[in-house]
């Protein structure tokens, strides 16, 4: 069962593109997470919300609660944009869930 | 600098041979968790521990043991590895469970021959 989607699996895009990675999930939630693992290996944090919409420079998550989906844009994508970028969700346990990542390729 | 270390950052092993990854915070966290990653299934959690002498089975607690014996310290252990433990392994830790940020180490890449 796949409680925790997200789409597309792997997107290629042109740098300066508008980038839009998808989360849709099943369960009720406490709050979700995006975080991004860059190449290299290591994850990073990059947002928790739940509700409305959060800002960090490039970057904007939205959330619809009664949706149950959530989205990661990414304004003026650059080359080292390129990671992967996950999504996971706190269920009613205060469990996370997470999502299978979506690839993401910036190219020059 | 707040953080969370492991070490090793990469191991090669041999089946059978005991073996145990560190892992450590200093933001006084009193949540920690094991992951595995692996080509194409994300994320899977091993264990995780809710604050000292607190542990408890995630997804995939077979072949896997732990302890928590201080806050900070939260090791990993394979008794008697195998071939599929074979991944990339990440230790996290949060001030609380899923509703707060959630910092990484680096990632241990276990190969087990």
């Known amino acids: 069962k796949n409680e925790v989607e997200q789409s597309p699996q792997n997107l290629t895009a042109q740098e300066g593109e508008f980038i839009t990675i998808n989360c849709s999930y099943s369960?009720?939630?406490?709050?979700l997470h995006w975080l991004q693992q860059h190449p290299g290996g290591g994850i990073v944090s990059l947002f928790m919300l739940s509700s409305g919409k959060k800002k960090h420079g490039r970057l904007i998550a939205t959330i619809n609660i009664q949706e149950k989906h959530s989205s990661l844009h990414i304004t003026a994508s650059h080359p080292r944009d390129s990671a992967v970028y996950i999504c996971?969700?706190?269920?009613?346990?205060?469990?996370?869930?997470w999502g299978a990542g979506t690839k993401l390729i910036i190219k020059p | 600098e707040a953080q969370v270390t492991q070490n090793p950052r990469y191991l090669i092993t041999v089946t059978g041979k005991k073996l145990t990854v560190t892992c450590s915070q200093n933001m006084n966290h009193e949540y920690m968790s094991w992951y595995r990653q692996d080509p194409g299934l994300g994320l899977r959690q091993i264990y995780y521990?809710?604050?000292?002498?607190?542990?408890d089975k995630g997804d995939v607690p077979e072949g896997y043991k732990v302890s928590r014996k201080e806050k900070r310290n939260f090791p990993l252990i394979l008794e008697s590895p195998s071939p599929n433990q074979t991944s990339l392994y990440f230790c996290a830790s949060s001030s609380g469970l899923a509703v707060r940020t959630q910092y990484f180490g680096p990632g241990t890449r276990l190969l087990v021959l």
């Open positions: 369960v009720g939630i406490s709050a």
């Open positions: 521990s809710m604050n000292v002498e607190v542990t």
């Open positions: 996971a969700v706190g269920d009613s346990n205060y469990q996370l869930i």
